[in-house]
């Protein structure tokens, strides 16, 4: 799909704005939205502005959006179609049209539209484009060290290029139709990459668990998510095979920007699965006051890390091991493992990584919203044992295998990051009267 731009363009005499369309017309924000305060409407379904989504209902916020208050009474309506702004965060893209009806806190700014120039559902991009953000973000004053607050007298001089009403709903219909087309596209590189990661875990539970070997001769290994494994492998509880013990006693306050690495049951479910290198991945760090006190929370090469909590089911289980010579220290809320006997790290992590380990961890945790993975748990695991050499060959087909998948993956997650680039710049460039949509959007 090729776009032109507009016949003709005119300087808009605004410097942020530049040239515009010939027929595009130029209005102070003042002079489209209206200002709302309407409180006491406590009933209402709570809403809230997610930086990527705009206007959500705040059941939908998955844990990222703030508390209510326990008196709504302040809280302010909002109707369909308004245009809500976080006071606090405009200046980051926290503003949309809202589809729903709801009340949202008194920190944020709440506007009906002008219905003889404005459309919604062209304002609905128009209000997240960048340039538009960038201009909340003038409009705004320092508070503190993270949030700026959105001055009115500054807010309401922002000048803005719109077109005619007729024109706001062919480019709103086009968008309409584009994006969607774009979602559905990221949607499909979304399931395959989806489908690539069931792969990986097929493939490593089968090795771990089967070997290599199809006509290996089989034993029932005795344990239900485990099943048959070849006769010549020894099955054992962790405690035979594994020492455990705690990571520091430590809180979020006492990481630092230097000293000795240092990885806690955070980085463990969200940034190192499965392995970690501090000569590679950015880490945090502690003092190094903590070798003259807590040596036996050190890393050792080859040692595992488990988050002993984690905050929904699926994550319990959830590890990552040091393949490094490097000095780290286990963090706060984990559990390290060390293997008493010279066998292969690596072997053990796929097996830590397969079906068959995990739903072994997730049959015994408990909880509710926080899942505790004790040490009593991982000790009364079982992990299964072929022989070092098997160990080896096992671990060298994964590796091979797990870089293939990866190297699909990290092509569809391109693919998607392109696409979402596209997705923003057609928009903008629509939204701003930088290409001419009006004969797709008819």
């Given at each position: 799909?090729?776009?032109?731009?507009?016949?003709?363009?005119?300087?808009?005499?605004?410097?942020?704005?530049?040239?515009?369309?010939?027929?595009?017309?130029?209005?102070?924000?003042?002079?489209?939205?209206?200002?709302?305060?309407?409180?006491?409407?406590?009933?209402?379904?709570?809403?809230?502005?997610?930086?990527?989504?705009?206007?959500?209902?705040?059941?939908?916020?998955?844990?990222?959006?703030?508390?209510?208050?326990?008196?709504?009474?302040?809280?302010?309506?909002?109707?369909?179609?308004?245009?809500?702004?976080?006071?606090?965060?405009?200046?980051?893209?926290?503003?949309?049209?809202?589809?729903?009806?709801?009340?949202?806190?008194?920190?944020?700014?709440?506007?009906?539209?002008?219905?003889?120039?404005?459309?919604?559902?062209?304002?609905?991009?128009?209000?997240?484009?960048?340039?538009?953000?960038?201009?909340?973000?003038?409009?705004?004053?320092?508070?503190?060290?993270?949030?700026?607050?959105?001055?009115?007298?500054?807010?309401?001089?922002?000048q803005l290029s719109i077109p005619s009403l007729i024109e706001?709903?062919?480019?709103?219909?086009?968008?309409?139709?584009?994006?969607?087309?774009?979602?559905?596209?990221?949607?499909?590189?979304?399931?395959?990459?989806?489908?690539?990661?069931?792969?990986?875990?097929?493939?490593?539970?089968?090795?771990?668990?089967?070997?290599?070997?199809?006509?290996?001769?089989?034993?029932?290994?005795?344990?239900?998510?485990?099943?048959?494994?070849?006769?010549?492998?020894?099955?054992?509880?962790?405690?035979h095979i594994f020492n455990f013990s705690k990571g520091l006693?430590?809180?979020?306050?006492?990481?630092?920007?230097?000293?000795?690495?240092?990885?806690?049951?955070?980085?463990?479910?969200?940034?190192?699965?499965?392995?970690?290198?501090?000569?590679?991945?950015?880490?945090?760090?502690?003092?190094?006051?903590?070798?003259?006190?807590?040596?036996?929370?050190?890393?050792?090469?080859?040692?595992?890390?488990?988050?002993?909590?984690?905050?929904?089911?699926?994550?319990?289980?959830?590890?990552?091991?040091?393949?490094?010579?490097s000095q780290v220290f286990a963090g706060y809320h984990t559990?390290?493992?060390?293997?008493?006997?010279?066998?292969?790290?690596?072997?053990?992590?796929?097996?830590?990584?397969?079906?068959?380990?995990?739903?072994?961890?997730?049959?015994?945790?408990?909880?509710?919203?926080?899942?505790?993975?004790?040490?009593?748990?991982?000790?009364?695991?079982?992990?299964?044992?072929?022989?070092?050499?098997?160990?080896?060959?096992?671990?060298?087909?994964?590796?091979?295998?797990?870089?293939?998948?990866?190297?699909?993956?990290?092509?569809?997650?391109?693919?998607?990051?392109?696409?979402?680039?596209?997705?923003?710049?057609?928009?903008?460039?629509?939204?701003?009267?930088?290409?001419?949509?009006?004969?797709?959007?008819?």
């Open positions: 799909m090729e776009f032109k731009q507009y016949p003709s363009y005119k300087n808009s005499g605004v410097e942020w704005l530049g040239d515009v369309p010939d027929e595009w017309d130029i209005y102070p924000f003042w002079h489209l939205f209206n200002r709302k305060e309407i409180t006491n409407k406590t009933q209402e379904q709570l809403l809230s502005v997610y930086l990527d989504r705009g206007v959500i209902l705040h059941s939908e916020g998955g844990g990222m959006v703030h508390k209510p208050a326990d008196n709504l009474e302040k809280y302010q309506l909002v109707e369909v179609n308004d245009f809500v702004m976080n006071n606090q965060q405009a200046w980051r893209g926290s503003v949309g049209v809202s589809p729903y009806r709801g009340i949202v806190s008194p920190a944020y700014l709440i506007f009906s539209f002008n219905k003889t120039l404005c459309e919604p559902k062209f304002f609905k991009y128009f209000l997240r484009d960048k340039g538009i953000v960038d201009q909340f973000m003038i409009a705004s004053m320092s508070v503190g060290t993270i949030q700026r607050q959105v001055k009115w007298h500054l807010l309401k001089t922002i706001q709903n062919t480019i709103a219909n086009f968008l309409d139709t584009e994006t969607a087309r774009i979602d559905n596209l990221i949607t499909k590189q979304e399931k395959l990459i989806e489908l690539l990661e069931e792969q990986r875990k097929s493939i490593i539970s089968h090795a771990v668990t089967k070997g290599l070997n199809p006509n290996a001769p089989m034993k029932d290994s005795g344990v239900e998510w485990l099943g048959d494994v070849p006769e010549h492998w020894t099955v054992l509880k962790n405690r006693s430590i809180t979020k306050e006492n990481l630092q920007e230097s000293g000795i690495p240092c990885v806690s049951y955070g980085e463990v479910h969200s940034k190192f699965g499965f392995e970690f290198n501090p000569e590679i991945n950015d880490m945090k760090f502690v003092s190094e006051e903590y070798l003259k006190t807590s040596k036996n929370c050190l890393l050792n090469s080859g040692d595992f890390i488990f988050a002993d909590t984690s905050e929904d089911f699926e994550g319990s289980g959830n590890f990552s091991y040091l393949n490094s010579n559990v390290i493992a060390r293997l008493k006997s010279k066998q292969k790290p690596r072997f053990f992590a796929y097996i830590f990584d397969s079906n068959a380990h995990r739903k072994q961890i997730q049959t015994q945790v408990k909880g509710i919203k926080v899942f505790s993975i004790t040490q009593g748990i991982l000790k009364d695991i079982y992990s299964w044992l072929p022989p070092v050499h098997e160990q080896d060959l096992i671990v060298e087909y994964l590796d091979n295998e797990c870089k293939k998948i990866s190297l699909l993956k990290a092509k569809q997650i391109e693919l998607i990051e392109k696409l979402k680039a596209y997705r923003s710049s057609i928009i903008s460039h629509a939204v701003t009267g930088k290409i001419d949509v009006r004969e797709f959007g008819a």
